[in-house]
């Protein structure tokens, strides 16, 4: 039974409290609609921060294991013709179920001032003469299927294409400016010495063999670098999340003032409420209930506060592409691409958030609470 | 690595409790000092005002340590992408000397926030607050592992660097090495299912015959129960229960099952778990004090109360269990 009771009386608890926080609706809508932005922009950052790193881990999903660049002189350089051989020759690499060469590079477009990626890829069959573009170039160069276009090369000379096919949209964030073509044109276009390669791509099936390949890789091929994708996985989530935590921090001077806002609010009661504190304590009140009623009502306010906060900021960051921290969070490039990201709501993040917001919130409001508390009901109605 | 949102949030809820009992400290001098609830002394009124601000202030530090213990490993195991090496919380901790500390200094403030909480609660219900000096007695005693807990949260989170080579569970769990958790996992199954089931079986049964029957030889029962169920069921976890879940003989990490790969099962374990182990542990050492006469009535309805909720806690943990147990497609015992 004392459960039942207990449940009785916090219902009436928070009934009194609703209406009491309807009879000053301007003070404490005033309070909820700060409330709600800082819930809201805290939020934006925190959604928008983790939808980039999930969608940077599953872009790189697909991506090799290792990818082996040459240094020379501590800068990249082509991969000779015989390197390939060579690994197979002199490292016995057991795990590398695939390695093969690859052949890319930057292209300046001096029309639309962007870089593209022309790339020579291994799997396609594109005939020669052909390419297949991006998104980001059939919109900033109005490109589309069966037109023709010429780049001027780094030699001078002009090189014409057909474009065969745009990619897909869905793919745009990591085909945004690329350009795909034959080998051959390839090699032709950037006079790219003859059986020389960008880099090397290995793929390793047992993730736990990958650090090992690699340690290989490099006591033998002194002047190689390996790239691991794990490694550049982890860079990325920490860039992300770096990038957020000092929004955070920034922020942090927002989440004091609202402390200090909370305060005031809190702390500024008005003649009407202190009579009817005062009130509610002659008539048997004891100084824990007033105080029970004062949690519950920052609880409401908070979780009032923080769904519309939370609804706000999901909408702003998948629906409304997150204009507002955009520049700050993803980062900056000529053609960037388009993207939509796929909307993730993280169980740490709503933790975090819940302390970044609630907490400051109720430790601001404690003091006050109790100095309202404790008031004595005959100082109250004598003044 | 301090520009994480969990750590940063992690260290504001450090700081704010520890600031906040540090600014309680000299009130819970005066109070052990100069209380006298029969007296109607000005500083006494005084007194008996500021507890309700105190006693408010404690329970809210209370509450948000028992949230930063749950966000402490649920941020571990977030991390883990961060360090080479480390596939879950183990190898988070593992980056430096001070991640495993930290943790269960982290737990040992859970307990003790609990244990406050339930004192708390029998106190303010009593008439003439029998437990006050006892309460902020424990709260002044409490500030030096805050501090610890602070410091180490500090030391750890200072000395993250990402993509430090880090053992991971796979070598700290595995039945060679010579650490205390790895001879847990070293029991053979056989053993440690009869410890784990009778345990978990004991402290359920000693809990549900206090909540039938409140008195104070059922109530210590009740508490070294929930101390020696927590302990079975943290050895059966490493045990068994988590080669179950895994379907591998030889992985026994208690932290993997949190990640999403096991869909978060490990919540589900040690939520009940924790709960059980807490509210089963405060009834005992609540029934400490149940001769104080105006604290007998109240607390043979609270510790009898939280027998209910550890009975409950173990109950749903071991059900919990055994539904993992029962569905893995491993095969430990014929």
């Known amino acids: 039974m004392p459960m039942k009771t207990w449940i009785e009386k916090q219902r009436h608890l928070i009934d009194f409290t609703l209406a009491s926080l309807a009879r000053r609706k301007a003070k404490n809508l005033g309070l909820l609609f700060i409330y ?11 959604l928008y921060a ?20 040459r240094l020379v002189a501590g ?27 690859r052949l890319w590079g930057y292209y300046y477009d001096s029309v639309v001032k962007a870089n593209y990626t022309f790339m020579a890829p291994r799997d396609m069959q594109i005939p020669r003469g052909e390419i297949i573009v991006g998104p980001a170039l059939e919109r900033s160069r109005g ?62 099936a047992n993730p736990q063999e990958v650090r090992n ?34 929004m955070l921090a920034l922020l942090s001077a927002a989440i004091l003032a609202f402390g200090i806002f909370a305060w005031e609010k809190a702390a500024g009661l008005s003649a009407e409420e202190r009579r009817e504190i005062g009130i509610l304590k002659a008539i048997g009140w004891e100084t824990g209930d007033v105080i029970k009623m004062k949690f519950w009502e920052g609880l409401l306010v908070s979780l009032l506060a923080f769904l519309l906060g939370y609804v706000a900021a999901y909408l702003h960051v998948f629906h409304l592409d ?11 490039a000529v053609l960037y691409p388009r993207f939509t990201l796929p909307p993730h709501i993280d169980g740490l993040q709503i933790a975090t958030l819940f302390f970044f917001t609630v907490f400051p919130y109720t430790a601001a409001v404690l003091v006050p609470i109790w100095r309202a508390a404790t008031t004595d009901p005959d100082t109250v109605m004598r003044s | 690595m301090i520009f994480q949102p969990a750590i940063i949030a992690l260290l504001l809820a450090a700081g704010i409790s520890l600031f906040m009992l540090l600014a309680a400290a000299p009130f819970a001098v005066r109070v052990i000092r100069h209380w006298d609830v029969a007296s109607g002394s000005e500083r006494q009124l005084q007194l008996e005002r500021l507890t309700y601000l105190f006693s408010t202030l404690v329970a809210f ?51 003790l926030a609990t244990l406050w909480l339930a004192i708390n609660h029998v106190d303010s219900r009593a008439r003439d607050y029998p437990l006050v000096r006892l309460k902020y007695g424990l709260l002044l005693a409490a500030i030096p592992l805050f501090a610890l807990s602070l410091y180490l949260q500090l030391q750890y989170f200072l000395g993250l660097k990402a993509d430090v080579i880090t053992s991971c569970c796979g070598s700290m769990f595995s039945e060679q090495a010579s650490t205390l958790a790895s001879e847990v996992s070293a029991l053979p199954p056989k053993p440690a299912l009869i410890g784990f089931y009778g345990g978990l079986c004991a402290a359920i049964g000693i809990s549900i015959w206090h909540w039938l029957r409140p008195r104070d030889g059922s109530g210590y029962l009740t508490g070294i129960g929930a101390l020696a169920g927590f302990g079975a069921a943290l050895a ?3 045990a068994f229960v988590s080669l179950y879940i895994y379907e591998h003989p030889h992985h026994h990490c208690p932290f993997c099952i949190l990640k999403p790969d096991y869909a978060y099962q490990g919540y589900w374990l040690y939520i009940p778990l924790f709960t059980g182990a807490a509210a089963g542990m405060s009834a005992g050492v609540l029934r400490l004090f149940s001769r104080r006469p105006t604290l007998a009535p109240i607390i043979n309805i609270t510790s009898r109360a939280l027998a209910g909720v550890a009975a409950v806690g173990f109950g749903l943990f071991l059900a919990v269990a055994t539904l993992m147990i029962w569905r893995s497609n491993l095969i430990l015992l014929d």
């Open chain 1, 322 to 332: 997150a204009m507002i921290f955009e520049p700050v969070l993803k980062g900056w």
């Open chain 1, 36 to 46: 709600t932005l800082l819930v809201f922009v805290l939020a934006s950052v925190a």
């Open chain 1, 213 to 246: 390949v690699a340690i290989k890789l490099l006591s033998t091929l002194p002047d190689s670098r390996p790239i691991l994708r794990d490694e550049v996985l982890r860079t990325y989530a920490s860039i992300f999340d770096w990038r957020e935590g000092l």
């Open chain 2, 236 to 238: 059966g976890i490493l």
């Open chain 1, 50 to 69: 983790h939808a980039l790193r999930t969608e940077a881990q599953k872009v790189l999903a697909s991506s090799p294991e290792i990818v082996l660049q």
């Open chain 2, 61 to 111: 530090v209370c509450l948000v340590q028992i949230l930063a213990a749950l966000l402490f490993v649920f941020n571990a195991d977030k991390m883990s992408v961060m360090f080479v090496g480390a596939m879950c919380a183990v190898g988070a901790l593992n980056v430096n000397a001070f991640g495993f500390p930290a943790l269960y200094a982290q737990l040992a403030l859970f307990f």
């Open chain 1, 143 to 204: 490109l589309a299927a069966g037109n023709g276009i010429s780049f001027r090369s780094y030699s001078g000379e002009l090189h014409t294409f057909i474009v065969a096919e745009v990619l897909p949209q869905t793919s745009e964030l990591v085909s945004a400016d690329l350009v795909l073509m034959h080998e051959e044109d390839f090699r032709a276009f950037f006079k790219y010495p003859e059986g020389h390669w960008t880099d090397i791509a290995m793929s390793v």
């Open chain 1, 75 to 101: 800068r990249h350089d082509l991969i000779p013709p015989g390197y390939l051989e060579q690994i197979g020759q002199n490292v016995r690499l057991r795990g590398v179920q695939k390695m093969e060469g």
